[in-house]
């Protein structure tokens, strides 16, 4: 019982207007954009790698400086390396410095001309520097990237002091190494023997590449401007989208609780008619279907309250004969009366019967299958068979119209054939003795149209439409009180509508007198079988 008292507290908020937003779309759709442009953010990740590159092609020019460097100094005197360290300091931008073969530094180009760096200290750097170091300490962590070791000036400058140059020295190659400045700047040094006399001097060129993360970070600034703006613009067609898709469909849900709870008599489920797209099409399919609903629930309601009143006359009339019997002694009398109770009960009988067929057509109509049926074949196989009625007048059937092989709608053979069979029985009702009641057939505008005519009184045109209604019925006297229950055209109205199609009365078309009972179905859409096929013979 929980779940389902848990259900109709769903449903009674959401017809109060409520929304749980942990079902909604909105949330689903701005997800799914949002994270589409996550990828976007890869980009962060990707300046990782190109902060590398920098460095390494920014490692490779500085090595390509240092060998001209040192090819110069080598053809050099002695006397103009001093000279030539100075100018080539100057160009560059680098910090060089000369150690001999015992690692003491011979020459230093930061003693002879103003240095073209200082390391910074980092606690002197103004707040937004320091939220960039920040953001890069977190970009750099997310990425997983090598973290170098921090270079620190040594208290006495050596060569030994500095791991590239005694690599250089050792191996008489050039070496590099990349370090963070105090200010997580890139440091970059690279060591390279002088000559190859052996001699063993050594040159260090080392720079602070602080250039290097302001490219990145003016890189990472423009990604994360343009990532904004993507995710705003995503954000903004999300919103538009879900109130183009999610509200329209929380009016129809909303709605349809209400139509499922049943609180109002007339709940308006909203059409859209500006939609033009699939949300319109859904929102009409609902209405229709909420009105249909409403109909067929009407139609049950006026069925129901017809059905009680018709039941009451008889139930009424029984119930004074079964009285009367029991207080009547003339034999006479009671034997009337008793004939009156019979009569009443076969009343009952017809009655119950009718109803309960008119209710089971009301159901086959929505399950059964349709089929291509012969229409001409069907009907001249009705006329050659009929057979006149004891109890009514003797009247004659003719048929013309189109032949087999002609004429072909879909639907269920069986309810066309009671269809007819009930206009005819309706028809032989007003014929006068000796009359005749002709059928027709003719296609026109994809339609078949069928048109029973009969020569009795005809049908004011005030009563042509109520006697369609159930129940409703006016018969002729010789006919006799409650022997009709009133269904016949009621049912045969009903079957037609379960196949698209339509009944109406009208007057004879040569202006004689009688009525003409037209019936419109459509044509089959498929293909037409031939007049032997097994489909078209079960429409006979």
């Not at 059409?271 to 409403?294: K, N, T």
């Not at 009569?343 to 109509?365: F, G, K, N, Y």
Request: a positive charge; charged letters at 30%.
């Amino acid at each position: 019982m929980a779940p389902d008292i848990a259900s109709t507290r769903n449903e009674e908020r959401l017809a109060s207007g409520e929304w749980t937003t942990r079902i909604s779309l909105t949330r689903r759709i701005l997800a799914v954009n949002i994270f589409a442009l996550a990828i976007l953010a890869g980009g962060f990740f990707y300046l990782d790698s190109y902060r590398a590159r920098l460095i390494d092609g920014r490692l490779v020019s500085i090595s390509r400086e240092t060998a001209l460097i040192a090819a110069a100094m080598e053809t050099a005197p002695a006397s103009d390396r001093a000279r030539l360290l100075l100018r080539t300091a100057q160009t560059t931008g680098l910090r060089l410095r000369i150690y001999d073969a015992d690692g003491t530094k011979l020459a230093d180009s930061f003693r002879l001309i103003p240095p073209s760096y200082t390391l910074r200290d980092p606690m002197r750097d103004p707040l937004h520097i320091k939220l960039a170091r920040v953001l890069d300490r977190v970009v750099e962590t997310i990425a997983l990237a090598d973290r170098p070791a921090y270079v620190k000036e040594p208290a006495q400058d050596r060569r030994d002091a500095w791991p590239e140059a005694r690599e250089a020295a050792r191996t008489r190659a050039p070496a590099s190494a990349y370090r963070f400045a105090p200010d997580r700047t890139p440091f970059l040094s690279v060591a390279r023997p002088l000559d190859e006399a052996g001699r063993g001097d050594v040159l260090l060129a080392t720079a602070n590449t602080r250039d290097i993360t302001d490219i990145v970070r003016a890189e990472r600034l423009r990604i994360a401007l343009v990532f904004a703006a993507a995710i705003l613009v995503s954000v903004l067609l999300s919103l538009f989208l879900a109130r183009t898709i999610v509200l329209p469909l929380r009016r129809l849900a909303r709605a349809a609780v209400r139509v499922r709870l049943g609180r109002a008599r007339e709940v308006i489920v909203p059409r859209l008619p500006d939609r033009r797209d699939e949300i319109g099409m859904l929102a009409r399919a609902v209405s229709d279907m909420s009105q249909a609903l409403r109909q067929r629930i009407d139609a049950t309601d006026a069925f129901a309250a017809d059905v009680s009143h018709e039941l009451k006359n008889p139930i009424a009339s029984l119930r004074s004969a079964l009285e009367g019997l029991a207080q009547i002694k003339d034999p006479a009398l009671q034997a009337k009366l008793l004939a009156i109770a019979q009569d009443d009960v076969r009343r009952l009988d017809r009655l119950v019967s009718d109803i309960a067929e008119a209710t089971r057509i009301d159901a086959q109509l929505s399950r059964t299958p349709f089929e291509t049926i012969d229409l001409g074949r069907m009907i001249g196989r009705m006329v050659r068979n009929h057979a006149p009625r004891e109890d009514g007048p003797a009247v004659r059937l003719s048929y013309a119209g189109s032949g087999r092989g002609a004429v072909f709608v879909s639907g269920d053979p069986q309810k066309l054939v009671r269809v007819v069979d009930n206009l005819v029985d309706n028809a032989r009702s007003f014929s006068p003795d000796g009359g005749r009641i002709r059928l027709t057939l003719s296609a026109e505008d994809g339609k078949a149209i069928v048109a029973v005519e009969d020569e009795g009184p005809g049908v004011p045109e005030s009563e042509r439409e109520a006697i369609f209604r159930r129940f409703h019925s006016v018969r002729p006297e010789r006919d006799g009180f409650g022997k009709h229950s009133g269904l016949g055209l009621a049912i045969a109205r009903t079957i037609l509508e379960g196949h698209h199609g339509s009944i109406h009365v009208e007057a004879r078309l040569d202006g004689k007198a009688g009525a003409r009972f037209v019936v419109t179905l459509p044509l089959a859409e498929q293909d037409v079988p031939p007049p032997n096929s097994a489909k078209a013979r079960s429409g006979a």
